[in-house]
């Protein structure tokens, strides 16, 4: 057996219960903290790296809509990129309208801009963002997952399951699909970073790794899952990923100031401890 089969069957095995209550009680009082931080943070931000006028989509996370991601668009605008909102409401799930709409979106965003789009997926937004680097590899540029489990086998090893079968019935039926994220655990042929976290209260952070390649990573962060999309470290470190040359992409290096925020992560290349 390969080393990503040896990894992929250790997540399977090993990670079948969602993170424990105590993340989970305080995923909202982190998400104030955040906010708070963002206000005081504007210092920091201003010294991110800047952008190449790129586009990037930006997708939603489960429940979320637009607005949940206006401030890192909006942080994006002001950095240098081009920054797309996903414009489908609210993220019930992979409905049929999910399923059409943004293979078409990536393809139009691209020809408008005449350049590949970065996606940027928080939590089920970085499923899709990872289903459409399978379907389009030649629009995109590199994929930026926040929090989003793409190894889940089913939807009860998360503590949005409930949610998810809220809306199960508005869901496209797809019988080749093996497990609850599809196609998004294969590995991509575009540059993809995968920010984690052991503290998040939602999803088990063994379903977000990636496994270490020439052009894949995974980042440990310290953030909550509903905070990943808006705590200032990781506008930094966004920034950071979005500003790789588009044929000379390297591993994410935090600076020396912003290393508390970014402990030393997994090395997952089959032999990682993923209990």
Known sequence: MGSLEK???SVADRVARPPGAFWLATEIPRVALGVHLMASAVPLLATTAS???HPVL?????????LSTLALRNFLRLRGWRPYGWHLGRNVGPTAAVRAELPVAIQRIARRNRAKVSVIGWSL????????????PECIRQVITLASPYRLQHPRQSRAESMFTRFAHLHAQDAEQPTATGRSAYPLSVPSTSFYSKEDGIVAWQHCLEPATEHSESVRVRSSHLSIGFDPHMFYAIADRLAQPEDDWRPFVPP?????FFPESENPHGDADVA
Not at 58 to 66: E, K, M, S, Y
Not at 256 to 260: D, E, M, P, Q, Y
Request: with cysteine.
């Open 51 to 53: 952008g190449d006028g």
């Open 7 to 9: 990894f992929e069957a």
């Open 58 to 66: 930006v997708l939603p996370g489960l429940g979320a809509n637009d």
């Open 256 to 260: 020396g100031a912003l290393r508390c």
């Open 125 to 136: 937004g970085g499923i899709y963002a990872r289903e459409l680097a399978h379907q389009h």
